[in-house]
């Protein structure tokens, strides 16, 4: 059946919704004059403009379409009509969908100067908080791409919706601040809103000043009021952002409220004010080195009174270490260390400890190390937990790139081995994963000196955990063990344990064969690997069959 106007608008008053609906998908399709659409199609389409949220979606996508029919620009304006009335209602869905249809027809009609403001204005004068939402939302979009002279207007109106309007508005102004000079490296204008922002009733808005403050470099410390704020979320907020919000001019004043958050009666503002800590000593001169000594002082003594440390003020602490200098280090901060390392079995300090040892290390001596953090490495491996072992076990790594192969071997390395003889599986796993972590620093030499010794003399123990030990440790390593010294020791352990009575170990073995032989190695050693690859492909365990046929 051929639509005609007629039968559209027979179509349009048919009370059936879903028949309504079917009507309005179609009218882009009819051929329709532009008088038609302006003076027959617009005015009983906005008859329906509280109707569902599905039709509406239905109109807004059918009046960007009619964009293509209609050219005059007298009949043009017809469009924006309900689109207007649209970005007044309350569905953001609807709302936000008729302000994008509007952008597209601004855009498409090239009325971006002429027409943007007059629209803008209707949606502010309407009196409706959700019409100035959708204005404020034009401005958005469209700022960057207007003149100067429309940007101070915009900025203006925006001054006026905010010191006139009620929480809801301030909130959605300041959102739309922050979004405009995020987004634009021309912020000329902009920076009346930080006062206004600052001396705000609502929490969330004087965030935004904070974020403005930081964009727009200017000195939040000028606003006595935003930096002791009532509220702790502000301080927290502030806190986090004080080396965004130091310069040169105001590092003194950054570094006293530093000190006042560092003694914050709020907990999550105290740990803040810790964790930008590194930070804010990351930006010192020499002309602030008094400053930063009196924080130092400050932290050493909040620090010390604390009954619990959160564990990230811990680490910031840990990470301050090689910022302050060697002489600062010793004076303030390894008596936090050492009092940490009094604490009762508190493992999340240990661990912090050894994580951050680089930092440790480069102002303190090896010696240090020594006396008062290996005794605590040591209590790790050996505890009685499972998980604490192998936490402890995936920070050797590290202990010995930082440490050196010397401290390592004389201090480390028999715990290291011990923990291969573990009775927990995770534990023994870890063991092996670390040394081959170990590898890649530590010299091809020190693996065939000390590691490969190992692997030979658990492949031969009468335990068969030993045994999967030794193959677990070659299926690790396989690929930086020298063949051509070491082949053939290689070559004997597959052969032997190919024929050992334990199922597990045979799997070992087929992992391993398809390990090497994927791997380059001397030609002389592939057949073989091939030979002890088909034994176990007939093996009688089904488990091993597959493995070695690699199914698995």
């Known amino acids: 059946m051929e639509h005609t106007l007629d039968s559209i608008c027979l179509a349009f008053d048919n009370p059936d919704t879903k028949h309504r609906s079917k009507s309005i998908e179609i009218i882009s399709d009819i051929d329709l004059n532009e008088q038609e659409i302006a003076e027959v199609i617009i005015p009983r389409l906005v008859k329906y403009l509280d109707d569902s949220e599905e039709l509406l979606l239905i109109i807004i996508t059918q009046l960007i379409k009619l964009k293509d029919k209609i050219h005059s620009q007298g009949y043009v ?3 924006f ?26 855009i498409f009609y090239s009325l971006t100067e002429n027409y943007l403001s007059d629209v803008i204005n209707d949606l502010v004068q309407s009196v409706n908080k959700f019409a100035i939402y959708s204005a404020v939302d034009l401005i958005e979009i469209f700022f960057t791409d207007v003149s100067m002279n429309l940007q101070l207007q915009y900025i203006n109106l925006m001054v006026n919706l905010f010191t006139s309007g009620s929480i809801d508005m301030r909130i959605r102004i300041s959102s739309a601040v922050q979004n405009l000079v995020s987004k634009n490296s021309r912020n000329q204008g902009f920076e009346v809103f930080f006062g206004l922002f600052a001396d705000d009733s609502e929490d969330l808005v004087r965030i935004y000043a904070v974020d403005l403050a930081g964009v727009l470099k200017l000195d939040v410390t000028d606003k006595e009021n935003l930096l002791r704020d009532k509220s702790w979320k502000v301080r927290y907020y502030i806190a986090k952002s004080l080396s965004m919000l130091m310069n040169e001019n105001n590092t003194q004043r950054i570094c006293q409220a530093l000190l006042v958050y560092l003694n914050d009666e709020e907990a999550e503002v105290k740990t803040m004010a810790f964790l930008c ?11 602030q080195s008094a400053q930063y000594v009196n924080i130092l002082n400050v932290v050493r003594d909040v620090v010390l009174q604390l009954p619990n440390l959160n564990i990230s003020i811990v680490n ?12 600062n280090c010793q004076e303030y901060l ?6 940490l390392l009094s604490e009762p079995s508190n493992y999340d300090y240990e661990v912090a400890l050894i994580e951050n040892i680089d930092c440790v290390l480069l102002v303190t001596s090896i010696e240090f190390i020594e006396s008062n953090v290996l005794p605590v490495i040591i209590k790790l491996l050996e505890h009685k937990m499972w998980k604490i072992r192998i936490k402890s076990l995936s920070l050797l790594p590290k202990l010995g790139k930082d440490l050196g192969c010397d401290f390592f071997m004389q201090f480390l390395y028999k715990y290291l081995l011990k923990s291969l003889n573990d009775l927990v599986h995770a534990v023994r796993s870890e063991a092996i994963q670390s040394i081959s972590k170990i590898t890649d620093f530590f010299s091809s030499k020190w693996m065939q000196t000390h590691i ?7 492949s031969k123990c009468d335990c068969y955990i030993n045994r999967i030990t030794s193959l677990n440790l070659l299926i690790e390593l396989y690929t930086k063990l020298d063949f051509e010294a070491f082949g053939d020791e290689i070559i004997i352990i597959i052969q032997r344990l190919t024929e050992d009575k334990v199922v597990n170990v045979r799997i070992c073995v087929a992992k391993l064969c398809i390990c090497i032989l994927n791997w380059t190695v001397p ?4 057949e073989v690997l091939k030979v002890s690859q088909e034994k176990l492909k007939n093996d009688e365990d089904i488990d091993v069959k597959c493995i070695a046929s690699g199914d698995i």
């Open 334 to 339: 390894l008596s936090i260390v050492k009092n």
């Open 77 to 79: 304006l017809c469009l």
């Open 523 to 526: 030609i002389k050693y592939i």
């Open 277 to 287: 800590l590194e930070e804010v000593f990351a930006r010192q001169n020499e002309n």
């Open 81 to 106: 009509l309900p689109l207007k009335i649209l970005a007044s209602i309350i569905d953001d869905t609807v709302r936000l969908a008729a302000v994008n249809a509007i952008a597209q027809l601004l």
């Open 316 to 327: 910031s602490i840990l990470r301050l270490c090689p910022l302050v200098g060697k002489e």
């Open 452 to 458: 490969f010794p190992e692997i030979l003399e658990k």
